[in-house]
């Protein structure tokens, strides 16, 4: 459990107001890098020093999830709790949308402690308030469907999280115009889902779907549409489609290379997975460019040791045994 230092005094904190954005810095810095006595001590200066309501509802927020990462519980729903009432208090849609975020953070502990029925009633009621407030166009709305969504997802309730995954794409659209991020975004982790739970003709229409609006809303180009296309790709594998598989790798690859340059984990997955393709296809020369490309930016970012580094490693030897034994035929 984390020690807290006890709340300074309205005194104290007249003093110390000038230290408040130090404060702020420290408590997200330290809970960054896992520091957690002092980031909580900074955090709870940070709620201390706090001028108005809505920062000291982020300064609670930060806090509740400082403690819910180290493990105590009962002190992050505490914090969450009331970061939850200060911001339910704002009827507008701004922080109403603030609200809904807090909510999911609060189910979410609820579902760490096994508390499903509770998790299960915050995410309902709030969808339904939202729904209630400001209909179902609004970008508050589409985000507790969401939410909702995820969690009955992971509850194995596919049917009615396929029907809130498409409100929330709806409400995105009406929102924002067609092909926005969010829904993108959001058919993206409904197609995950659907792959999640062996709905893989479901999930490959839904990736098919979405990179048709990503071409059309020009946002092909983007580690979203490299996602998708990985996703189709491995759907492939296990048809055992081994050239349609390196068709999607091949363009996810492209994309990456694009957007994060050639020295990039991603862009080594994409290199990888291609590699084992052309493995696959019996073209061992390609094979070993992809997969000595791979390894090459393993190694330099994750260093000799790590176990993608070591896999790849043994990926290169591997084909170019393979290359031994065909040539020795």
Known sequence: MLTMPALATSEDAAEYIKSLPAERAAC????????FEEAGEACRAWVTLAPDLAEKTEALSVLGQLYATAGDMDEAKAALDEAASYVSRGRDAAT???????????????????????????????????????GLSSPAYALAAENRAAYLARQGD????????????????????????????????????QIDHQQKAEAERTLLSLLGAMKLGKRDNSEGAAE??????????????????????????????????????RTAQSL??????????????????????AYSIRVSLLGPD????????????????????????
């Open 28 to 35: 997200r810095d330290k809970f960054r890098t896992r520091e």
């Open 96 to 134: 109403v949308e603030k609200w809904v975020r807090m909510q999911a953070l609060r189910a979410r502990l609820a579902e760490g402690r096994d508390q499903l029925d509770e998790a299960n009633l915050i995410y309902s009621r709030t969808e339904e308030r939202v729904k209630i407030a400001l």
């Open 158 to 193: 596919m049917q009615q999280a396929s029907v809130l995954y498409t409100r929330a794409i709806g409400a995105y659209d009406a929102v924002f115009g067609p092909y926005n991020e969010r829904s993108l975004e959001t058919m993206l982790n409904l197609a995950v889902a």
């Open 228 to 265: 998708a296309l990985t996703f189709l790709g491995n759907l492939r594998v296990e048809k055992e489609d081994f050239r349609g598989a390196l068709n999607y790798y091949r363009q996810a690859l492209k994309v990456r290379q694009a957007v994060h340059g050639g020295r990039d984990l």
């Open 272 to 293: 990888n997975s291609a590699g084992i393709m052309y493995v696959k296809l019996k073209d061992y020369k390609r094979a070993e460019e992809m997969l000595s490309a």
């Open 306 to 329: 790590d176990t993608q580094t070591i896999s790849s490693l043994d990926a290169v030897q591997a084909v170019i045994d393979l290359q031994k034994n065909s040539a020795a035929r």
